[in-house]
């Protein structure tokens, strides 16, 4: 059955064992906003898997890699593992990506208190722009604030006459000052 590890970017990656061969299986769902790559990451480094393809109504991707090889990237012992969009199939000529609803925020951070802040949260919304990923929590002053430690780090925005709170993270999980995104676009 093999090892099942959570991707960061959304998915799950099942990792095998045999001999000198590591079976490696990611799977994301399909949210029909691009294409996305996979890595695996270990103590010294990453290794790129491939691009996941459209199969079974998700993204899948299967690869047998030699573990020498793994090792040889730094990316053995396997310590986690991401998907990365490296195409969007709705940011075109700088139209700025539309918010979709984000079902797991959770895996936005890599925070512990953040995530469990996170976990299970209603009518958040994300969106991913090159190098930055935000989350967007429904905001009222009449209730608590979700992230009420990351408060500082929140804008806001409005949107259908609903008020948010917006973050920005790197694809490391770690939160963003305001307006550090446009230097991190920048940087990629």
Not at 107 to 124: I, M, S, T
Request: with cysteine; charged share 25%; proline share 5%.
């Amino acid at each position: 059955m093999g090892e099942l590890w959570p991707l960061a970017g959304g998915g799950t990656l099942r990792v095998r064992e045999e001999d000198l061969w590591v079976y490696l299986e990611a799977v994301r769902p399909d949210d029909g906003r691009g294409l996305y790559k996979v890595w695996c990451t270990g103590p010294q480094g990453e290794f790129l898997l491939g691009t996941l393809v459209p199969q079974g109504g998700g993204l899948r991707l299967e690869r047998r890699v030699a573990r020498k090889t793994l090792q040889q990237a730094g990316a053995w012992p396997l310590i986690g593992g991401k998907t990365v969009m490296a195409y969007s199939f709705t940011d075109r000529g700088g139209v700025q990506e539309t918010w979709h609803r984000e079902d797991h925020p959770e895996n936005f951070c890599r925070d512990r208190v953040v995530r469990a802040c996170l976990r299970g949260a209603q009518g958040v919304l994300s969106r991913e722009k090159g190098a930055v990923r935000q989350l967007a929590i429904p905001f009222s002053t009449c209730k608590p604030i979700l992230l009420n430690t990351l408060f500082c780090l929140a804008q806001v925005l409005e949107r259908q006459g609903q008020r948010y709170l917006v973050w920005s993270f790197d694809w490391e999980g770690r939160p963003l000052l305001p307006g550090a995104q446009g230097e991190k676009d920048r940087e990629k």
